[in-house]
Nanobody, 118 residues
Framework: QVQLVESGGGLVQAGGSLRLSCAAS????????MGWYRQAPGKQRELVAH???????NYADSVKGRFTISRDNAKNTVYLQMNSLKPEDTAVYYC????????????WGQGTQVTVSS
């Protein structure tokens, strides 16, 4: 069983910053993809950003230039630095780890609330 421990969510004013962290544990092999998804009330869960074990990144268009994803492979930890936050960034943010083999296996954190006030 893979355990994902998230931290860093909270309440912030528009224009402010937050950093989310997610530490994965329970296995010793490399995690191929680590990333963040978010889900606002009444909306579908969407990819925010992800990063591969080789350091390749991908971002949703809505966060490009404002958010930065990074990972520490030695600690199996992924970070999401969120700057210039907007009210539309308000959502529950979920850490995701994917291991790609014969099939793709996904593991999810419990979610952490990010609220951006006007």
């Amino acid at each position: 069983q893979v355990q994902l421990v998230e931290s860093g969510g909270g309440l912030v004013q528009a224009g402010g910053s937050l950093r989310l962290s997610c530490a994965a544990s329970g296995r010793t092999f490399s995690f191929h993809i680590m990333g963040w998804y978010r889900q606002a009330p009444g909306k579908q869960r969407e990819l925010v950003a992800h990063i591969t074990s080789g350091g390749s990144t991908n971002y949703a268009d809505s966060v490009k230039g404002r958010f930065t994803i990074s990972r520490d492979n030695a600690k199996n930890t992924v970070y999401l630095q969120m700057n210039s936050l907007k009210p539309e960034d308000t959502a529950v943010y979920y850490c995701n780890v994917a291991i790609v083999g014969v099939v793709r296996r996904d593991y999810w954190g419990q979610g952490t609330q990010v609220t951006v006030s006007s």
